[in-house]
């Protein structure tokens, strides 16, 4: 389910760990995940306050609760790579090593 990008329904989600996904309307823009020793609500709030202070356009959220955030958004990035040949907009500028090798050909060094 996607939510409005907004502080009222950032402050619904769960403080547990997890994955986010950004939506400008009906694209995807951004796959995130909550860090070590943080929580969903948090890097969400982070993301909007990111977003209300750049150039970062985001009209909805979904998010997902798991233990294995990391996992997780490898997983989304790599579908929607196979999918669209392309990272979301936005994890495409300064991707981290993780998201690198998320990009690499299974069973790749």
Known sequence: ?????SEHYVQSVPESPGIFCLWDNQHLVYVGRSAPRSNLRTELHHALTV???A????????YEVTNAPK???????????????ALPRYNESGRRADERAVLQPRGAP
Request: no cysteine; aromatic share 12%; proline share 0%.
């Open 71 to 85: 996992t997780r958004a490898a997983e989304e990035l790599r579908e929607h790579f196979e999918r669209w040949g």
């Open 55 to 62: 150039d970062l356009s985001a009209t909805h959220f979904s």
């Open 51 to 53: 977003a209300m202070a």
């Open 1 to 5: 389910m996607r939510l409005r990008f």
